[in-house]
């Protein structure tokens, strides 16, 4: 299989494209390029668009920072559990709109309201900003709960692929400011490890891909230590919320966020770890609720269903 095809297919999950369509590396094609290839890519795949009770979009702002905001919700009831998204994309790609199923697929499979957190792909947002915007979005949605009939004792954190990872992180600097409280936080095929070998100059071997994905994100290759960026490098995992972790058997991601749920479990965090085989790296089929992702999706639907009943009861 050609080296480039690889990558894009196990490094980025976006499944059975053509080798002609990976004309050159990504650090030749420029981040606006591989953005719209990589967006492109993901709503070419296959699926049902999971239809809910109604769908709003909003702009917040915080300081500078201004965010887009897509809320779903499910039925006309009173005290919703809530659910923030961070979608996948590795950073330089996904948005609202690649990840609208699996945002509409959680919250019609959980019945919980579901927040959409449309943060500023890399290059143009680089590290802190993303991750301030999804800390925005959950200080928005503790002071907002009651206007949407949503109960804000029951919220859980969901993300994907660079979302996982950047969930993962914003568990760990929620925890740090002492924030809002949450229930449950749910990484799907995380990204916990951006130091690749521990630096980001191109070396030449299968690893530069994410290498320049990971020069996009950050403004100095330092901070890709920082457990804000590599969760897996935080030195306290301790007091954070429980988690689930869903592993693909054929991801190259698994390892390490299998090394950190062991770390998370060590540090005395409820955690849970389901594995799908047979798969590879599920952003693209998982952000459009795709056939093949539905057995992981169910499984994070379940856990969320579950912790969200517990915490009414």
Known sequence: MNRKLFLVIFCIGVL???????????????????????????????????????????????????TPLRIYIPNEEKDLPIILYIHGGAWVAGSLDTHDNLARYLCKNVQALVVSVGYLNAPEGKFPVPLEQCYDALLWIKKNAQKFNTNPSRLAVVGDS????????????????????????VLINPVVDNTWGGTLQLQGD???????????????PKDTSNPYVSPIFAKDLSNLPPALIILAEKDMFRKD?????????????????????????????????????????????????????????
């Not at 969930?167 to 740090?176: G, K, P, T, Y």
């Not at 299968?206 to 100095?220: G, H, L, N, P, T």
Request: glycine share 8%; hydrophobic share 40%.
């Open 162 to 185: 660079a979302g996982g990872g950047m969930a993962a992180a914003l568990c760990l600097l929620d925890r740090d400011r002492k924030g809002p409280s949450v229930e449950l936080q």
């Open 206 to 220: 299968e690893f530069d891909s994410e290498r320049w994905i990971a020069a996009q994100y950050v403004k100095d």
């Open 16 to 66: 059975m494209i053509t080798e002609k369509a990976v004309a050159q590396p990504f650090w030749e094609m420029g981040s606006d390029k591989v953005r719209n290839m990589l967006n492109e890519k993901f709503l070419a795949v296959e699926a049902e668009t999971p239809q809910v009770f109604k769908v709003e979009n909003i702009t917040i702002k915080n300081d500078d920072r201004t």
């Open 257 to 313: 966020a299998q090394k950190y749920a062991d770390r998370l479990l060590a540090s005395g965090v409820h955690t849970n770890v389901y594995t799908q085989f047979g798969v590879g790296h599920l952003a693209g089929n998982g952000g459009r609720a795709s056939k093949l992702a539905q057995e992981s999706l169910d499984v994070a639907a379940a856990a969320l269903r579950g912790a969200f009943r517990e915490k009414k009861q």
